[in-house]
């Protein structure tokens, strides 16, 4: 069965009073230095240009992020506070209006300092198993950590609707109800059918571009599966919003409903006409 072919309802909300007092219970964040906080938002333009009341909340969220989940250094790299304060801001950024209880079930983010090589096994169609090695600059396992290429943070540019970790995050979301699939748990009052609806037609179509290659606005990448359509599509919804809303209306719709924000005609680049 095709992804969004069936409507999945909401899972999240069945723990949020259990959740809620676990919360309480947490000790206070330690408030994030100004100089760190202000090398972040430079750094991440697409945050920067929210509203001072979105950025202070934004500040409190990165600082319970920052309690909640660990840096853990790989192939010697050493994790500055300023390089945790920059990761922490971009992955608050997709939770900004949904609460860090959607990130809840995993702890770690791991931090190699450029691309990181990966053993997978998968099965095809055909039920033959295939061995491969990939070389990575993100991963986020099941319940697993956050996996993330430095080098790739350091170089992309958001204003092109690239960032890695709004990407990694998004598949996090979507694994919150089984296997990514581009289907994360929907809010009660958002319509699953249309969800399904609006993202099969818009992955089709850009499918049928990329296997035609045709020149796409869009990260190509975003044809490689469900799960990837959404991911790439959330990261760039959040900081190049324009391209979204001007190629696929109808999922920016979805996905501003989704996160309950709506970054086109917050960011400078992406002011409507
Ligand atoms: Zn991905």
Request: charged share 25%; with cysteine.
């Amino acid at each position: 069965m095709s992804a969004w072919a069936a409507a999945e309802p909401a899972k999240v909300r069945a723990v949020a009073g259990l959740r809620s007092i676990v919360q309480r219970l947490r000790p206070k964040p330690r408030p994030i230095p100004d100089a760190h906080w202000r090398a972040a938002l430079r750094a991440t333009p697409y945050a920067r240009a929210q509203p001072l009341q979105e950025r202070q909340r934004l500040r409190a969220l990165t600082a319970q992020f920052l309690r909640a989940k660990t840096f853990e250094p790989a192939a010697g790299i050493a994790i500055t506070e300023a390089m945790r304060v920059c990761i922490a801001l971009r992955a608050c950024v997709p939770i900004l209006h949904l609460g860090l209880d959607y990130y809840s079930g995993w702890s770690a983010i791991v931090l190699y300092p450029g691309d990181f090589r990966v053993r997978d096994t998968y099965m095809d169609e055909a039920g033959v198993e295939h061995h491969e090695i990939q070389d990575l600059c993100g991963q986020s396992m099941a319940r697993g950590p956050m996996v993330l290429s430095w080098e790739t943070i350091r170089a992309e540019n958001p204003a092109r609707g690239q960032d890695l970790v709004v990407h990694e995050c998004a598949h996090k979301l979507d694994a919150l109800n089984g296997a990514p699939d581009g289907f994360p748990p929907l809010h009660p009052d958002m319509q699953p059918r249309e969800w399904g609806r609006a993202f099969r037609a818009a992955y089709d179509r850009l499918r049928s571009e990329v296997d035609a290659g045709r020149g796409t606005r869009l990260d190509p990448y975003a044809a490689a599966d469900p799960a990837e359509f959404f991911a790439v599509l959330s990261e760039t919804f959040f900081t190049a919003p324009q391209l979204v809303y001007r190629d696929f209306p109808a999922v920016y719709d979805q996905l501003r409903l989704f996160y309950r924000q709506d970054p086109y005609g917050v960011i400078p680049t992406a002011r409507r006409p």
